[in-house]
């Protein structure tokens, strides 16, 4: 059984920094897509950044120039740095994953359990 877990989340007052990481654990025999969303308050999940398998990146428009995904292969971790961290990023980010557990298997989407990023004064 494979199982993505956030860390990182907490408080910080606007205009901080915050590092999220998710590691990917269990059966894995491969990793396609990596990525963050973001889910606010009466608001629906949305994609903050996704990174391929190649390193290739895409990013919301709100968090360009300030937040920068990245990945570790060797150990199937995703990492989220946030920079310049405003008011308005305030939400639960959700670690996803295109993950296939052996070469017999295809890729299934994986999702974390959520860390609540507070940015608050």
């Known amino acids: 059984q494979v199982q993505l877990v956030e860390s990182g989340g907490g408080l910080v007052q606007p205009g901080g920094s915050l590092r999220l990481s998710c590691a990917a654990s269990?059966?894995?025999?491969?990793?396609?897509?990596m990525g963050w969303y973001r889910q606010a308050p009466g608001k629906q999940r949305e994609l903050v950044a996704a990174i391929t398998s190649g390193g290739s990146t895409n990013y919301a428009d709100s968090v360009k120039g300030r937040f920068t995904i990245s990945r570790d292969n060797a150990k199937n971790t995703v990492y989220l740095q946030m920079n310049s961290l405003k008011p308005e990023d305030t939400a639960v980010y959700y670690c996803?994953?295109?993950?296939?557990?052996?070469?017999?298997?295809?890729?299934?989407?994986?999702w974390g359990q959520g860390t609540l990023v507070t940015v608050s004064s």
């Open positions: 269990g059966s894995i025999f491969s990793i396609n897509a």
């Open positions: 996803n994953a295109d993950i296939r557990a052996t070469m017999a298997h295809r890729y299934l989407e994986v």
